[in-house]
């Protein structure tokens, strides 16, 4: 059996490749989903929940 050996070019294009569409299937996924604004939404209420329990004394 012969040992076939791949060559560089091809494993960077492979990588690359592959990192591409891992890359375009989560946004693409995070779109479709609404996802951002999901996760906007949640921590525009946590920040809220924080500042809102200290008092405020607003001097002008």
């Known amino acids: 059996m012969k040992n076939k050996k791949k ?3 091809c494993k960077v294009l492979k990588v690359t490749a592959t990192v591409g569409c891992i890359a375009t299937g989560t ?3 995070v779109y479709m ?3 951002d604004q999901k996760l906007l939404a949640w921590s525009y209420a946590r920040v809220n ?3 809102d ?6 001097k002008f």
């Open 7 to 9: 060559c560089p070019v």
């Open 27 to 29: 946004l693409f996924t």
């Open 33 to 35: 989903l609404n996802l």
């Open 49 to 51: 929940e924080i500042f």
């Open 53 to 58: 329990r200290k008092p405020v004394d607003i």
